[in-house]
């Protein structure tokens, strides 16, 4: 089955820069690829996301690249605030809407002021 | 917006007790998900719901596992016999369709003693 591969999984920036996670994937048949941001003790909330008819999605200062021939897709998050602490979580699946995700093992993110 | 909102959101049990965890997904939605994190972890996928049968199930979700949507809105997930490592966070999930995004409940921290 599928198998989604996150790096780092914790992350460390100073506010203003920028901060990039990275994921893989396993099946080449996944063609929707979400990314989530979790504060603590709270529900997973979607942020963006990308599907495979697309290599580049942006949105505000976040965005999401996808290269297909590697498996493997990224965040990138501009200009980092405070409140850009969280963890970060990928997944991938192979039906447009998420039939069934599948989550890599999250990222860490801290804004240090 | 409209939530998916779960009940209770904490849950304390004994090893060997059935629990229920209950879920009222957004109205217009017809595709259901229970998905679990144990602490520290990542989010995995556990079982999904549609036509008022299951469409898929990992293979977490084994015999003491069951889902059962009762009436119009609510979707229940039963532990028969819980054990200790099913303490974790349970999401609820829900979308109208296969063309959009999934949304998260709030979550319900369940503790096995």
């Known amino acids: 089955g599928e198998n989604v591969e996150q790096h780092p999984s914790t992350l460390s920036v100073q506010e203003g820069d920028s901060a990039v996670i990275k994921c893989t994937y396993s099946?080449?048949?996944?063609?929707?690829f979400p990314w989530y941001k979790q504060e603590l003790g709270k529900r997973p909330q979607l942020i963006i996301d990308?599907?495979?008819?697309?290599g580049e999605k942006k949105d505000q200062r976040i965005a999401v690249t996808l290269n297909k021939t590697a498996k493997h897709f990224s965040l990138h998050i501009t200009e980092t605030q405070p409140e850009d602490s969280a963890v970060y979580f990928c997944?991938?699946?192979?039906?447009?809407?998420?039939?069934?995700?599948?989550f890599g093992q999250g990222t860490r993110l801290t804004i240090n002021p | 917006e409209p939530e998916v909102t779960q009940t209770p959101s904490h849950q304390v049990t004994q090893m060997g007790q059935e629990v229920i965890l209950r879920c009222v997904p957004i109205s217009n939605h017809l595709y259901f998900y229970w998905y679990r994190q144990i602490l520290g972890q990542k989010v995995e996928f556990l079982v999904s719901?549609?036509?008022?049968?299951?469409?898929?199930k990992s293979e977490i979700f084994d015999d003491q596992f069951s889902v059962e949507r009762p009436d119009g809105s609510n979707f229940t997930l039963k532990i028969r016999s819980t054990k200790l490592e099913d303490s974790a966070m349970y999401f609820c999930?829900?979308?109208?369709?296969?063309?959009?995004?999934?949304?998260f409940g709030s979550g319900t921290q369940l503790s096995v003693l």
């Open positions: 099946d080449s048949a996944s063609n929707y």
């Open positions: 990308i599907r495979s008819n697309v």
């Open positions: 997944a991938a699946s192979k039906f447009i809407g998420a039939q069934k995700l599948v």
């Open positions: 999930a829900s979308m109208r369709s296969t063309n959009e995004k999934l949304f």
């Open positions: 719901f549609y036509n008022n049968e299951i469409s898929e």
